[in-house]
């Protein structure tokens, strides 16, 4: 199958500035994506998703970004804080009834104080 | 989250010995999930099960096998464990959104080591 993956695995930020993390997906097809944040010791929590008929969707602090054209999508986290340090990780997935979403390896942010 | 629970949270066991790992769920979902996630590296999933009935492997499933023992109830079985089983173990589950879009919960993780 088709994979995710991204950009950058580590991302540092001074708290209170921006965070900008990026995938990259390659199945042209998948039209539902899903943005998770792993802290520490911890299982995946659902963030943000969007769908392929949006290019934008807002959240409190977050807005996740999708450029079909590119098969891009990315986080951004507004006035990032220390405990937004986490891995986070995209997932791309088909609407319909027996897709699995494929997961990328992750991007660690780490907020300095 | 709370919804999800996995037990054991944390397991040291010897090469050879049969372990099981339990996830329950009161989220009410038909779908649920088995991962391993490796440091550094992604969720690779390990089985899958779409009702009580069904069961599928996922991409990894040689070395371990599942029961589905009630739509709540998944276990994950290690039947002669080795020490690159060694790794972080989750339990996640779906349901249908109004527009036919799944989105996975997931449990706090089994962090398993094989000595």
């Known amino acids: 199958g088709e994979s995710v993956g991204l950009h950058l695995p580590t991302l540092s930020v001074q708290e209170g500035d921006n965070s900008i993390i990026n995938c990259a997906y390659s199945?042209?097809?998948?039209?539902?994506f899903i943005w998770y944040k792993q802290e520490s010791g911890k299982g995946p929590q659902f963030i943000i998703d969007?769908?392929?008929?949006?290019d934008k969707r807002q959240g409190q602090r977050v807005t996740v970004l999708l450029n079909k054209t590119v098969k891009h999508l990315s986080l951004q986290i507004a006035a990032t804080q220390p405990g937004d340090s986490a891995v986070y990780f995209c997932?791309?997935?088909?609407?319909?009834?027996?897709?699995?979403?494929?997961f990328g390896r992750g991007t660690s942010l780490i907020v300095h104080p | 989250d709370a919804d999800v629970t996995q037990t054991p949270r944390n397991r040291i066991t010897k090469t050879g010995k049969r372990i099981m790992l339990e996830c329950s769920q009161t989220?009410?979902?038909?779908?649920m999930y088995w991962y391993r996630q490796d440091p550094g590296l992604g969720l690779q999933l390990i089985y899958y099960?779409?009702?009580?009935?069904?069961?599928n492997k996922g991409e990894i499933s040689d070395g371990y096998s599942v029961s589905r023992q009630a739509q709540a109830k998944f276990s994950l079985s290690l039947e002669s464990a080795i020490p690159n089983q060694t790794a972080l173990y989750f339990c996640?589950?779906?349901?249908?959104?109004?527009?036919?879009?799944?989105?996975?919960?997931f449990g706090p993780g089994t962090r398993l080591t094989v000595l």
């Open positions: 996640a589950t779906s349901d249908r959104t109004a527009d036919n879009f799944y989105t996975q919960y």
């Open positions: 199945n042209s097809a998948s039209d539902y």
């Open positions: 969007i769908r392929s008929n949006m």
């Open positions: 997932a791309e997935n088909l609407s319909g009834g027996s897709y699995i979403p494929t």
């Open positions: 989220k009410g979902h038909d779908r």
């Open positions: 099960s779409f009702d009580v009935k069904d069961i």
